[in-house]
Protein backbone atom coordinates (compact mmCIF):
# COMPACT_ATOMS: atom_id res chain seq x y z
CA UNK A 1 0.00 0.00 0.00
CA UNK A 2 1.06 3.68 -1.06
CA UNK A 3 0.31 6.46 1.46
CA UNK A 4 -1.85 9.64 0.57
CA UNK A 5 -1.69 12.53 2.50
CA UNK A 6 -4.83 14.91 1.25
CA UNK A 7 -4.39 18.53 2.26
CA UNK A 8 -8.19 20.41 1.14
CA UNK A 9 -9.61 23.30 3.33
CA UNK A 10 -13.32 22.90 2.07
CA UNK A 11 -14.63 20.10 3.81
CA UNK A 12 -17.14 18.97 1.09
CA UNK A 13 -14.11 18.56 -1.22
CA UNK A 14 -12.01 16.69 1.51
CA UNK A 15 -14.63 14.16 2.60
CA UNK A 16 -15.92 13.28 -0.66
CA UNK A 17 -12.51 12.53 -2.37
CA UNK A 18 -11.61 10.47 1.27
CA UNK A 19 -14.93 8.65 0.90
CA UNK A 20 -15.59 7.97 -3.04
CA UNK A 21 -12.12 7.48 -3.86
CA UNK A 22 -11.48 3.09 -3.80
CA UNK A 23 -8.22 3.70 -2.35
CA UNK A 24 -7.77 0.18 -1.33
CA UNK A 25 -8.60 -1.40 -4.76
CA UNK A 26 -5.92 1.03 -6.18
CA UNK A 27 -3.25 -0.03 -3.99
CA UNK A 28 -3.45 3.20 -1.52
CA UNK A 29 -4.33 4.11 2.10
CA UNK A 30 -4.51 7.87 3.06
CA UNK A 31 -2.64 8.43 6.22
CA UNK A 32 -3.49 11.42 7.03
CA UNK A 33 -5.56 14.95 6.02
CA UNK A 34 -5.09 18.80 6.64
CA UNK A 35 -7.63 21.64 6.32
CA UNK A 36 -5.07 24.28 6.28
CA UNK A 37 -1.63 24.91 4.91
CA UNK A 38 0.45 24.49 8.43
CA UNK A 39 -1.03 21.95 9.66
CA UNK A 40 -0.79 19.99 6.15
CA UNK A 41 3.10 20.78 6.08
CA UNK A 42 3.67 19.35 9.46
CA UNK A 43 1.70 16.41 8.31
CA UNK A 44 3.44 15.59 5.36
CA UNK A 45 6.74 16.39 7.23
CA UNK A 46 6.17 13.91 10.01
CA UNK A 47 4.45 11.25 8.00
CA UNK A 48 6.57 11.89 4.37
CA UNK A 49 3.67 9.70 2.82
CA UNK A 50 4.33 8.60 -1.07
CA UNK A 51 1.67 11.01 -2.24
CA UNK A 52 0.42 14.66 -1.54
CA UNK A 53 -2.86 15.26 -2.86
CA UNK A 54 -3.24 19.20 -2.31
CA UNK A 55 -5.59 22.35 -3.17
CA UNK A 56 -3.40 25.44 -3.62
CA UNK A 57 -5.14 28.00 -1.96
CA UNK A 58 -5.92 27.31 2.00
CA UNK A 59 -5.30 29.49 5.16
CA UNK A 60 -2.41 30.01 6.75
CA UNK A 61 -0.14 28.66 4.20
CA UNK A 62 -1.23 28.37 0.84
CA UNK A 63 -0.06 25.18 -1.40
CA UNK A 64 2.71 26.96 -3.06
CA UNK A 65 4.40 27.72 -0.06
CA UNK A 66 3.60 24.45 1.29
CA UNK A 67 5.16 22.84 -1.37
CA UNK A 68 8.23 25.38 -1.46
CA UNK A 69 9.08 23.96 2.18
CA UNK A 70 8.82 20.48 1.13
CA UNK A 71 10.86 20.56 -1.35
CA UNK A 72 13.41 21.49 0.98
CA UNK A 73 13.03 18.00 3.26
CA UNK A 74 15.28 16.29 0.90
CA UNK A 75 12.17 14.50 0.31
CA UNK A 76 10.29 13.96 -3.03
CA UNK A 77 6.91 12.56 -3.01
CA UNK A 78 4.62 12.41 -5.95
CA UNK A 79 2.13 15.77 -5.70
CA UNK A 80 -1.07 16.39 -7.31
CA UNK A 81 -2.41 19.53 -6.97
CA UNK A 82 -6.24 20.57 -6.99
CA UNK A 83 -6.88 23.90 -8.48
CA UNK A 84 -10.17 25.90 -9.65
CA UNK A 85 -10.34 27.49 -13.00
CA UNK A 86 -9.40 31.09 -12.14
CA UNK A 87 -6.03 29.50 -10.18
CA UNK A 88 -4.41 28.45 -13.79
CA UNK A 89 -1.40 30.61 -12.70
CA UNK A 90 -0.70 29.30 -9.65
CA UNK A 91 -0.85 26.17 -11.18
CA UNK A 92 1.28 27.13 -13.35
CA UNK A 93 3.87 27.91 -10.83
CA UNK A 94 3.18 24.48 -8.69
CA UNK A 95 4.53 22.58 -12.11
CA UNK A 96 7.38 24.53 -11.75
CA UNK A 97 8.16 22.77 -8.44
CA UNK A 98 7.60 19.72 -9.16
CA UNK A 99 4.22 18.87 -9.28
CA UNK A 100 3.89 15.82 -10.68
CA UNK A 101 0.01 16.79 -12.43
CA UNK A 102 -3.35 18.93 -11.25
CA UNK A 103 -6.39 18.12 -11.44
CA UNK A 104 -9.49 20.79 -11.69
CA UNK A 105 -12.72 21.69 -9.49
CA UNK A 106 -15.21 20.19 -9.35
CA UNK A 107 -13.14 17.17 -9.26
CA UNK A 108 -14.13 14.12 -11.42
CA UNK A 109 -13.65 11.03 -9.53
CA UNK A 110 -12.95 9.11 -12.16
CA UNK A 111 -10.48 11.18 -13.63
CA UNK A 112 -8.84 10.97 -10.42
CA UNK A 113 -8.67 7.84 -9.86
CA UNK A 114 -7.50 7.27 -13.75
CA UNK A 115 -4.38 9.32 -12.50
CA UNK A 116 -3.83 7.26 -9.31
CA UNK A 117 -3.39 4.22 -11.56
CA UNK A 118 -0.60 5.83 -13.53
CA UNK A 119 0.99 7.10 -10.29
CA UNK A 120 1.11 3.04 -8.45
CA UNK A 121 2.51 2.05 -11.60
CA UNK A 122 5.14 4.84 -11.87
CA UNK A 123 5.79 3.93 -7.87
CA UNK A 124 5.55 0.03 -8.69
CA UNK A 125 8.27 1.00 -11.03
CA UNK A 126 10.24 3.02 -8.95
CA UNK A 127 10.34 0.87 -6.40
CA UNK A 128 11.11 -2.12 -8.59
CA UNK A 129 14.22 -0.11 -9.52
CA UNK A 130 15.25 0.86 -5.87
CA UNK A 131 14.74 -2.58 -4.36
CA UNK A 132 17.23 -3.91 -7.49
CA UNK A 133 19.67 -0.84 -6.38
CA UNK A 134 19.53 -2.12 -3.25
CA UNK A 135 19.89 -5.79 -4.12
CA UNK A 136 23.07 -4.87 -6.18
CA UNK A 137 24.91 -2.68 -3.36
CA UNK A 138 24.07 -5.45 -0.81
CA UNK A 139 25.83 -7.56 -3.37
CA UNK A 140 28.83 -5.11 -3.48
CA UNK A 141 28.67 -4.82 -0.15
CA UNK A 142 29.05 -8.78 0.62
CA UNK A 143 31.23 -9.04 -2.17
CA UNK A 144 33.81 -6.65 -0.38
CA UNK A 145 32.47 -8.14 2.84
CA UNK A 146 33.33 -11.66 1.82
CA UNK A 147 36.50 -10.80 0.57
CA UNK A 148 37.24 -9.19 3.71
CA UNK A 149 36.20 -12.54 5.55
CA UNK A 150 38.41 -14.81 3.34
CA UNK A 151 41.05 -12.57 3.97
CA UNK A 152 41.05 -12.38 7.29
CA UNK A 153 40.14 -16.17 7.80
CA UNK A 154 43.38 -17.32 5.74
CA UNK A 155 45.44 -14.97 7.40
CA UNK A 156 44.61 -15.99 11.43
CA UNK A 157 44.99 -19.43 9.97
CA UNK A 158 48.72 -18.68 8.59
CA UNK A 159 47.56 -18.78 4.76
CA UNK A 160 48.61 -14.99 3.92
CA UNK A 161 51.42 -12.78 5.42
CA UNK A 162 49.77 -9.36 6.46
CA UNK A 163 50.59 -7.62 3.63
CA UNK A 164 48.48 -9.25 1.59
CA UNK A 165 45.67 -8.70 5.01
CA UNK A 166 46.56 -4.79 4.60
CA UNK A 167 45.67 -4.78 1.31
CA UNK A 168 42.17 -5.54 1.21
CA UNK A 169 41.33 -3.52 4.40
CA UNK A 170 39.32 -1.13 4.53
CA UNK A 171 40.68 2.44 5.29
CA UNK A 172 38.31 2.74 8.53
CA UNK A 173 39.08 -0.59 9.62
CA UNK A 174 43.16 -0.09 8.82
CA UNK A 175 43.05 3.17 10.84
CA UNK A 176 42.15 1.69 13.56
CA UNK A 177 44.77 1.11 17.25
CA UNK A 178 42.84 -1.66 18.59
CA UNK A 179 41.63 -5.28 18.04
CA UNK A 180 39.52 -7.28 20.34
CA UNK A 181 37.79 -10.40 19.09
CA UNK A 182 35.84 -13.52 20.65
CA UNK A 183 35.69 -17.00 18.83
CA UNK A 184 31.99 -18.15 19.01
CA UNK A 185 31.16 -21.95 18.81
CA UNK A 186 28.06 -23.98 18.83
CA UNK A 187 28.55 -26.58 21.04
CA UNK A 188 28.00 -30.23 19.34
CA UNK A 189 27.44 -28.95 16.07
CA UNK A 190 27.72 -32.21 13.70
CA UNK A 191 25.52 -33.80 16.43
CA UNK A 192 23.24 -30.90 16.97
CA UNK A 193 22.71 -31.17 12.90
CA UNK A 194 22.72 -34.45 11.92
CA UNK A 195 19.31 -34.87 11.08
CA UNK A 196 18.33 -31.67 9.64
CA UNK A 197 18.19 -30.41 5.71
CA UNK A 198 20.31 -28.59 4.44
CA UNK A 199 17.89 -25.37 5.10
CA UNK A 200 17.14 -25.78 8.10
CA UNK A 201 20.78 -25.56 8.71
CA UNK A 202 20.94 -22.52 7.05
CA UNK A 203 18.12 -21.31 9.05
CA UNK A 204 19.77 -22.17 12.26
CA UNK A 205 23.05 -20.51 11.37
CA UNK A 206 21.27 -17.65 10.16
CA UNK A 207 19.04 -16.89 13.29
CA UNK A 208 22.64 -17.46 15.21
CA UNK A 209 24.73 -14.61 13.38
CA UNK A 210 21.37 -12.72 13.56
CA UNK A 211 21.29 -12.83 17.25
CA UNK A 212 25.27 -11.77 17.60
CA UNK A 213 24.73 -8.41 15.40
CA UNK A 214 21.07 -8.15 17.65
CA UNK A 215 23.74 -8.76 20.72
CA UNK A 216 26.50 -6.15 19.88
CA UNK A 217 26.44 -2.63 20.61
CA UNK A 218 28.30 -1.89 17.17
CA UNK A 219 27.82 -5.17 14.39
CA UNK A 220 31.43 -6.72 14.70
CA UNK A 221 33.40 -8.41 11.53
CA UNK A 222 32.37 -11.81 11.36
CA UNK A 223 34.19 -14.51 9.99
CA UNK A 224 32.45 -17.49 9.56
CA UNK A 225 35.64 -19.92 10.13
CA UNK A 226 33.75 -23.44 9.97
CA UNK A 227 29.98 -24.60 10.25
CA UNK A 228 28.65 -23.67 13.53
CA UNK A 229 32.19 -21.46 14.73
CA UNK A 230 32.88 -17.88 14.12
CA UNK A 231 35.07 -15.26 14.46
CA UNK A 232 34.01 -12.18 15.76
CA UNK A 233 36.31 -8.69 15.71
CA UNK A 234 36.21 -5.45 16.87
CA UNK A 235 38.41 -2.54 16.30
CA UNK A 236 38.30 0.61 17.67
CA UNK A 237 40.91 4.13 17.58
CA UNK A 238 40.31 3.16 21.90
CA UNK A 239 41.53 0.06 24.08
CA UNK A 240 38.69 0.11 26.70
CA UNK A 241 35.97 0.73 24.15
CA UNK A 242 37.34 -1.83 22.04
CA UNK A 243 37.11 -4.00 25.01
CA UNK A 244 33.77 -2.74 26.30
CA UNK A 245 32.15 -3.45 22.77
CA UNK A 246 33.88 -7.33 23.09
CA UNK A 247 32.61 -7.55 26.43
CA UNK A 248 29.13 -6.29 26.10
CA UNK A 249 28.55 -8.74 22.98
CA UNK A 250 29.02 -11.65 25.23
CA UNK A 251 26.93 -10.74 27.80
CA UNK A 252 23.97 -9.66 25.71
CA UNK A 253 24.58 -12.75 24.04
CA UNK A 254 24.23 -14.97 26.61
CA UNK A 255 20.80 -13.17 27.54
CA UNK A 256 19.38 -13.64 24.31
CA UNK A 257 20.56 -16.98 22.94
CA UNK A 258 18.69 -19.98 24.25
CA UNK A 259 18.07 -22.27 21.43
CA UNK A 260 21.13 -24.19 21.91
CA UNK A 261 24.13 -24.11 24.03
CA UNK A 262 27.63 -22.46 22.70
CA UNK A 263 30.47 -21.70 24.00
CA UNK A 264 33.20 -17.94 23.47
CA UNK A 265 36.09 -17.88 24.52
CA UNK A 266 38.28 -14.44 24.10
CA UNK A 267 41.93 -13.50 24.99
CA UNK A 268 43.06 -9.16 25.68
CA UNK A 269 42.73 -6.54 23.36
CA UNK A 270 45.69 -6.33 21.05
CA UNK A 271 47.36 -3.76 18.82
CA UNK A 272 46.09 -3.45 15.74
CA UNK A 273 43.99 -5.54 13.24
CA UNK A 274 47.76 -7.23 12.08
CA UNK A 275 47.73 -9.18 16.04
CA UNK A 276 44.65 -10.91 14.96
CA UNK A 277 46.37 -14.16 14.03
CA UNK A 278 47.76 -13.86 17.94
CA UNK A 279 44.44 -12.89 19.00
CA UNK A 280 42.63 -16.00 17.31
CA UNK A 281 45.27 -18.26 18.49
CA UNK A 282 45.12 -17.48 22.01
CA UNK A 283 41.30 -17.51 21.85
CA UNK A 284 41.46 -21.00 20.60
CA UNK A 285 43.89 -21.78 23.17
CA UNK A 286 40.81 -20.55 25.73
CA UNK A 287 38.85 -22.92 23.83
CA UNK A 288 40.15 -25.71 25.27
CA UNK A 289 39.03 -25.32 28.64
CA UNK A 290 35.67 -26.51 27.95
CA UNK A 291 37.36 -29.76 27.54
CA UNK A 292 38.32 -29.59 31.14
CA UNK A 293 35.45 -27.46 32.99
CA UNK A 294 32.63 -28.31 29.99
CA UNK A 295 30.55 -26.36 27.94
CA UNK A 296 27.77 -23.25 27.14
CA UNK A 297 30.30 -21.03 29.27
CA UNK A 298 32.64 -18.37 28.41
CA UNK A 299 36.50 -18.55 28.74
CA UNK A 300 39.15 -16.38 28.61
CA UNK A 301 42.78 -17.07 27.70
CA UNK A 302 45.41 -17.23 30.24
CA UNK A 303 49.16 -17.76 29.76
CA UNK A 304 49.98 -21.51 30.39
CA UNK A 305 51.60 -22.30 34.12
CA UNK A 306 55.29 -21.52 34.76
CA UNK A 307 55.79 -24.53 37.00
CA UNK A 308 55.19 -26.99 34.31
CA UNK A 309 53.38 -29.42 35.94
CA UNK A 310 53.70 -31.63 32.83
CA UNK A 311 56.87 -32.87 33.79
CA UNK A 312 54.96 -34.99 36.20
CA UNK A 313 52.92 -36.57 32.95
CA UNK A 314 55.14 -39.89 33.06
CA UNK A 315 54.00 -41.93 29.74
CA UNK A 316 56.72 -44.81 30.43
CA UNK A 317 54.82 -45.51 34.21
CA UNK A 318 51.12 -44.69 32.34
CA UNK A 319 52.15 -47.70 29.69
CA UNK A 320 53.77 -49.73 32.33
CA UNK A 321 50.62 -49.56 34.90
CA UNK A 322 48.54 -50.88 31.62
CA UNK A 323 50.66 -54.25 31.18
CA UNK A 324 49.79 -55.23 34.55
CA UNK A 325 46.01 -55.49 33.15
CA UNK A 326 45.62 -54.72 36.96
CA UNK A 327 41.96 -52.82 37.47
CA UNK A 328 43.03 -51.08 40.60
CA UNK A 329 46.01 -49.93 40.00
CA UNK A 330 45.08 -48.58 35.91
CA UNK A 331 42.22 -46.73 37.79
CA UNK A 332 44.32 -44.71 40.36
CA UNK A 333 47.18 -43.91 37.58
CA UNK A 334 44.12 -42.15 35.21
CA UNK A 335 43.10 -40.83 38.48
CA UNK A 336 46.45 -39.09 38.67
CA UNK A 337 47.19 -38.60 34.67
CA UNK A 338 43.62 -36.91 34.88
CA UNK A 339 44.44 -34.43 37.38
CA UNK A 340 48.04 -33.63 36.14
CA UNK A 341 46.44 -32.67 32.39
CA UNK A 342 44.21 -30.66 34.78
CA UNK A 343 47.31 -28.50 36.55
CA UNK A 344 49.14 -28.18 33.35
CA UNK A 345 48.52 -25.39 31.80
CA UNK A 346 48.36 -26.96 27.94
CA UNK A 347 46.94 -28.20 25.32
CA UNK A 348 44.72 -30.73 27.35
CA UNK A 349 42.29 -31.72 24.51
CA UNK A 350 45.42 -32.61 22.67
CA UNK A 351 47.39 -33.86 25.45
CA UNK A 352 44.47 -36.39 26.11
CA UNK A 353 44.17 -37.64 22.62
CA UNK A 354 47.55 -38.49 23.16
CA UNK A 355 47.29 -40.08 25.67
CA UNK A 356 44.54 -42.69 24.26
CA UNK A 357 46.14 -43.01 20.93
CA UNK A 358 49.28 -44.27 23.10
CA UNK A 359 47.40 -46.62 25.14
CA UNK A 360 45.60 -47.96 22.58
CA UNK A 361 48.77 -48.94 20.73
CA UNK A 362 50.18 -50.66 23.61
CA UNK A 363 47.45 -52.14 24.51
CA UNK A 364 47.28 -54.09 21.14
CA UNK A 365 50.98 -54.22 21.59
CA UNK A 366 50.98 -56.30 24.24
CA UNK A 367 47.96 -58.50 23.23
CA UNK A 368 49.45 -58.97 20.44
CA UNK A 369 52.97 -60.21 22.84
CA UNK A 370 50.41 -62.55 24.35
CA UNK A 371 48.76 -63.78 20.69
CA UNK A 372 45.59 -62.30 21.77
CA UNK A 373 44.32 -59.58 18.68
CA UNK A 374 42.24 -56.74 20.01
CA UNK A 375 39.14 -57.58 17.56
CA UNK A 376 39.10 -61.26 19.79
CA UNK A 377 38.43 -59.15 22.95
CA UNK A 378 36.45 -56.15 22.04
CA UNK A 379 33.59 -56.31 19.06
CA UNK A 380 35.03 -53.15 17.18
CA UNK A 381 38.32 -51.41 18.33
CA UNK A 382 38.02 -49.15 15.83
CA UNK A 383 34.51 -47.74 16.80
CA UNK A 384 35.42 -47.72 20.92
CA UNK A 385 38.51 -45.76 19.57
CA UNK A 386 36.15 -43.06 17.99
CA UNK A 387 33.47 -43.32 20.66
CA UNK A 388 36.88 -42.31 23.48
CA UNK A 389 37.81 -39.44 21.07
CA UNK A 390 34.31 -38.45 20.37
CA UNK A 391 34.43 -37.01 24.17
CA UNK A 392 34.28 -33.74 24.68
CA UNK A 393 35.14 -33.31 28.53
CA UNK A 394 38.12 -34.78 30.00
CA UNK A 395 36.41 -36.22 32.78
CA UNK A 396 34.28 -38.04 30.15
CA UNK A 397 37.13 -38.71 28.09
CA UNK A 398 39.29 -40.69 30.52
CA UNK A 399 36.35 -42.19 32.28
CA UNK A 400 35.49 -43.60 28.94
CA UNK A 401 39.03 -44.76 28.28
CA UNK A 402 38.97 -46.77 31.67
CA UNK A 403 36.12 -48.66 30.65
CA UNK A 404 37.59 -49.76 27.41
CA UNK A 405 40.78 -50.90 28.96
CA UNK A 406 38.67 -52.29 32.29
CA UNK A 407 36.75 -54.36 29.86
CA UNK A 408 40.14 -55.82 27.71
CA UNK A 409 41.50 -56.37 31.68
CA UNK A 410 37.76 -58.41 32.51
CA UNK A 411 38.26 -60.84 29.21
CA UNK A 412 41.75 -61.42 29.64
CA UNK A 413 40.86 -62.57 33.81
CA UNK A 414 38.76 -64.45 32.25
CA UNK A 415 40.92 -65.96 30.10
CA UNK A 416 43.59 -66.32 32.02
CA UNK A 417 41.35 -67.79 34.92
CA UNK A 418 41.17 -70.89 32.50
CA UNK A 419 44.95 -70.73 30.85
CA UNK A 420 47.43 -69.18 32.62
CA UNK A 421 47.27 -72.25 35.50
CA UNK A 422 47.55 -74.82 32.63
CA UNK A 423 50.36 -72.85 30.74
CA UNK A 424 52.25 -72.27 34.10
CA UNK A 425 52.21 -76.23 34.55
CA UNK A 426 53.42 -77.15 31.34
CA UNK A 427 56.27 -74.37 32.09
CA UNK A 428 56.83 -76.41 35.27
CA UNK A 429 56.98 -79.57 33.37
CA UNK A 430 59.74 -78.47 31.17
CA UNK A 431 61.76 -76.89 33.67
CA UNK A 432 61.87 -80.23 35.62
CA UNK A 433 62.86 -82.24 32.33
CA UNK A 434 65.56 -79.48 31.71
CA UNK A 435 66.99 -77.92 34.51
CA UNK A 436 70.01 -79.93 33.86
CA UNK A 437 70.56 -77.58 30.67
CA UNK A 438 73.02 -74.35 31.30
CA UNK A 439 71.57 -73.16 27.85
CA UNK A 440 68.22 -72.98 29.51
CA UNK A 441 66.37 -69.26 29.81
CA UNK A 442 63.26 -67.64 30.40
CA UNK A 443 63.47 -67.51 26.19
CA UNK A 444 62.96 -70.83 25.78
CA UNK A 445 60.39 -71.76 28.44
CA UNK A 446 58.10 -68.86 27.22
CA UNK A 447 58.40 -70.07 23.47
CA UNK A 448 57.90 -73.47 24.81
CA UNK A 449 54.35 -72.65 25.82
CA UNK A 450 54.03 -70.00 23.01
CA UNK A 451 53.50 -66.69 24.91
CA UNK A 452 56.49 -63.64 24.86
CA UNK A 453 59.37 -63.55 27.30
CA UNK A 454 57.89 -60.63 29.15
CA UNK A 455 54.71 -61.93 29.63
CA UNK A 456 55.55 -65.31 30.71
CA UNK A 457 57.73 -63.68 33.30
CA UNK A 458 54.73 -61.79 34.83
CA UNK A 459 52.23 -64.71 34.50
CA UNK A 460 55.19 -66.78 36.18
CA UNK A 461 55.75 -64.41 38.76
CA UNK A 462 52.05 -63.94 39.79
CA UNK A 463 51.19 -67.43 39.30
CA UNK A 464 54.18 -68.77 41.58
CA UNK A 465 54.60 -66.00 43.80
CA UNK A 466 58.70 -65.64 42.72
CA UNK A 467 60.72 -64.69 39.70
CA UNK A 468 61.42 -67.36 36.91
CA UNK A 469 64.79 -67.02 37.21
CA UNK A 470 64.35 -67.37 41.41
CA UNK A 471 62.16 -70.74 40.76
CA UNK A 472 64.63 -72.22 38.69
CA UNK A 473 67.84 -71.70 40.96
CA UNK A 474 65.31 -73.69 43.77
CA UNK A 475 65.00 -75.72 41.41
CA UNK A 476 68.74 -76.85 40.42
CA UNK A 477 69.97 -76.57 44.01
CA UNK A 478 66.85 -78.82 45.64
CA UNK A 479 68.50 -81.13 42.84
CA UNK A 480 71.90 -80.27 43.72
CA UNK A 481 70.81 -81.28 47.42
CA UNK A 482 69.72 -84.35 46.70
CA UNK A 483 72.85 -85.44 44.88
CA UNK A 484 75.15 -84.21 47.86
CA UNK A 485 72.99 -86.22 50.04
CA UNK A 486 72.86 -89.77 48.12
CA UNK A 487 75.85 -89.62 45.67
CA UNK A 488 79.38 -89.40 45.63
CA UNK A 489 79.77 -87.19 42.93
CA UNK A 490 82.42 -84.41 43.52
CA UNK A 491 80.94 -80.81 44.07
CA UNK A 492 82.14 -79.82 40.39
CA UNK A 493 80.13 -82.97 39.21
CA UNK A 494 77.04 -82.41 41.06
CA UNK A 495 77.44 -78.73 39.16
CA UNK A 496 77.55 -79.68 35.75
CA UNK A 497 74.41 -82.08 36.39
CA UNK A 498 72.48 -78.84 37.95
CA UNK A 499 73.02 -76.50 34.83
CA UNK A 500 75.91 -74.59 36.59
CA UNK A 501 78.60 -74.50 34.30
CA UNK A 502 80.87 -72.57 36.46
CA UNK A 503 81.40 -74.78 39.59
CA UNK A 504 82.81 -72.08 42.04
CA UNK A 505 79.60 -70.01 40.95
CA UNK A 506 77.85 -72.91 41.97
CA UNK A 507 79.09 -73.18 45.48
CA UNK A 508 78.95 -69.47 45.57
CA UNK A 509 75.20 -69.61 45.46
CA UNK A 510 74.70 -72.55 47.16
CA UNK A 511 76.05 -71.66 50.59
CA UNK A 512 74.11 -68.04 49.65
CA UNK A 513 70.65 -69.79 50.05
CA UNK A 514 71.64 -72.73 52.66
CA UNK A 515 74.55 -71.59 54.78
CA UNK A 516 76.61 -73.97 53.96
CA UNK A 517 79.00 -75.06 50.99
CA UNK A 518 78.07 -78.22 49.19
CA UNK A 519 81.20 -79.77 50.86
CA UNK A 520 80.19 -78.54 54.41
CA UNK A 521 75.98 -79.71 53.80
CA UNK A 522 77.21 -83.11 52.71
CA UNK A 523 78.95 -83.19 55.61
CA UNK A 524 76.27 -82.45 58.13
CA UNK A 525 73.92 -84.57 56.48
CA UNK A 526 76.60 -87.36 56.74
CA UNK A 527 77.13 -86.87 60.40
CA UNK A 528 73.20 -86.16 60.93
CA UNK A 529 72.26 -90.18 58.97
CA UNK A 530 75.52 -92.00 60.70
CA UNK A 531 74.47 -90.88 64.43
Known amino acids: MYQVFIADDEDIILDGICSTVRWDKLGFSIVGTARDGCSAYRGVAKLRPDVILTDIRMPGMDGLQMLQRISE ?61 EELRKRIEEANNWELQNALRRYMLGGVDAHSLIKVLP ?151 ISSFDKTKIREEFDRVEQTIRQSGV ?105 STNYFSLLFKKTMGQSFVSYLTDLRLEHAKKLLESSDYRSYEISYRCGYENPTYFSTIFKKHFGLSPKEYREQFSRLTTG
Request: negative net charge.
Open 347 to 451: NSFLLTRMLVSNVFMEIIHLLSDIRRPLGHLCESPETAYKQILSCTTLSDMMQELYRFVAAICDALAEEKRNASSVMIEQAKVFLRANFQDPKLTLEIVAKQVNV
Open 73 to 133: LCYHPIIIIITGHNEFCYARKALQLGVYDYISKPIDIMELEQLLIEIAAQLDQKRAEHDKM
Open 171 to 321: ENIRSKDYVAGVIVQLERFDDLTRRMKGEEIFDLTERFEQMIFYSSLRPPILVEETAGKYVLLWTSGEEQETAALRDATIRRLRMNWKECAYVTSTTGVKKGLAACAQLYNEASEALYQVFLKGGNCDYMYHEPLSNNALSRFDNGLILQT
